[in-house]
């Protein structure tokens, strides 16, 4: 529609205040036009250096105090005009030419609904690391154009996930939400779904994309600074406290973890043996193995069951486990729990064993 902003840039900030400033005033060093692009800033909280920043640039400034991401999302998508929605975390700062290389992207490709570019690493007082960055092009240089489609036939072919054939393509494809960009439609066809998700809004994005089918452009220019500090779970080992506190952090990001993974592996990816799926059987186990008594006892949704095991012995196939013990956790669980293994699945397990067996 003539005189809508082609892009929406939805940022999003829950509690922090110290990195906001940084994140708006690279959208006011923006390349791009300002008529072509319009930011909605979803957080929880006043402060007089942001507000200011937002109140003369004439941004919309939405009150949210959900700790679901994908809820924040979900408001600015709402709040949003433009046909492409690309976003910002609080801690992260654009290049000035990112929002003109995302509009270049998209208005070159009719068929684009993802975009995807690299990360420059930097420390918490915005000083560059010497690191190399998160995401990367595996195969065809840069920038490479993938046509979904033709991902889903080579997927089907050697019978994995087409989300796990992307990350083939491209290292950690989906990571850091302040990397990615999106075709509006891909977001609303998942909107339902947005307000279920805790976190891995990132993992979200292209499950959804590959789900709607398109293109995919995939750049390894740093558009986007993505800053390390200590409340990064990425980064938690810099994180100082006793091993008790480090064992309720863990659980407290393991608890959301599980059910933004089951809902990316299996409501957008139909319960394919992913990378996501096989991350929250992952998760479980860890939650498990936790010596935590507040967490008291796990419901079942939570416990290693049967079809658990079906699920390790796919992941492991795929080669998501790299070690046999992983497997072997999973099978040996169920004769740990507090319910005994009835003969039954004691003789499916076996034979499930006996299917991985190497010669």
Known sequence: MTGQPYISVI???YNRRRYLPFALKSLEAQKLPRNKFEVIVVKNFDDKESDDIISR??????YEDSTYHGRKILVGLE????DVITFLEDDDVYVNNRLEEVYKAFTSYDRLVYFHNSQTIIDENGNVLERPPLSRNLVGGSPIIVDVDKLRGLAKRYNMSVFDLAVKVRAYAWYNSSSLAVRRGVLEAGAHLLR???MAFDAFALASSLRAGGLLYLTDERLTLYRVHGENWTFMSVVK???EEMRLRHARYLLP???ACRLIGSRLLNDEANICLCIEEGARRALLTLPLPELGTLPPELRINISDVKLALRCYKVGHYKRLADLAFVMGHPFLSPTPASPGRRLFVGKLLESI???
């Open 79 to 82: 709040e949003s005009k433009g």
């Open 11 to 13: 940022v999003t900030a």
């Open 196 to 198: 279920e998700l805790p």
């Open 357 to 359: 067996r190497r010669p």
């Open 241 to 243: 406290g006793s091993k």
């Open 257 to 259: 973890a599980i059910r």
């Open 57 to 62: 640039n004439g941004w919309k400034d939405v």
